[in-house]
């Protein structure tokens, strides 16, 4: 019992950005790339929904405008960034802007491996690839998701393990560590699908 209630110590490298910063990401692969194909059988937008449903955001305002953008999608509509702009509220237009306006970022050592650097040493960018006629959507899209999780996850591990040090009663405690089990199980499977994203 001692050695399941250690502290979790989750790779640094999975909680390199904040909630923020994933959400954000999210929604920007929505907005911009969500109405490309990610395999025969699904968009971009259909991935990305399917994938993050189990984890609302934290931010209110973007679990908002993601929820504006799939009605709109469910209904047919070539929805767009800027689709959008022209046909949301004030409010959704300036979010809007602030997100796709941000620099896309995920953790510089990927890039590194991506070769998403450029000579000057800056991050490439989706138009930078669009240059040279590589289409990098899909494998960001994956990517955003993955972290996206994995920072989701690394959230409830430290809930958990706070409710763990708390828990007196036997069966709650039985209860927790299960949770814990499960949660490390499903960081694994992130952490070799991510291996897997990166070798594409």
């Known amino acids: 019992q ?11 490298v999975f909680a390199v950005a904040s ?8 929604l920007r692969g929505v907005l911009e790339e969500g ?3 990610y395999d025969e059988s699904q968009s971009i ?3 990305i929904f ?9 931010n209110i305002e973007y679990e908002n405008l993601l929820q504006h953008y799939e009605t709109q999608y ?3 509509l070539q929805t767009t960034a ?3 702009l022209y046909n949301a509220d004030a409010k959704l237009q300036e979010l809007i802007v602030n997100i796709t306006m941000m620099k896309y970022e995920i953790s510089q050592m990927w890039d590194v491996r991506l070769g998403n650097i450029k000579e000057d040493g800056k991050l490439m960018t989706s138009k930078d690839n669009l240059i040279l006629g590589k289409d990098t959507s899909v494998q960001d899209a994956a990517l955003s998701v993955i972290y996206f999780k994995l920072r989701k996850i690394k ?3 430290e809930q958990t393990q706070a409710e763990l040090e708390q828990a007196t009663a036997y069966d709650d405690q039985l209860r927790l560590i299960e949770v814990w089990k499960h949660l490390k199980e499903e960081e694994k499977n992130l952490t070799q699908e991510l291996g897997t994203v990166i070798l594409k």
């Open 19 to 26: 909630d923020d910063l994933q959400e954000k990401n999210i």
């Open 155 to 157: 959230k409830m591990f």
């Open 2 to 12: 001692a050695n399941e209630q250690q502290a979790i110590d989750t790779p640094d």
């Open 82 to 84: 800027k689709y959008l």
């Open 45 to 47: 937008a259909n991935y």
């Open 50 to 58: 399917d994938e993050i449903q189990p984890f609302p955001f934290d």
């Open 35 to 37: 109405l490309k194909p």
């Open 74 to 76: 469910r209904q047919g």
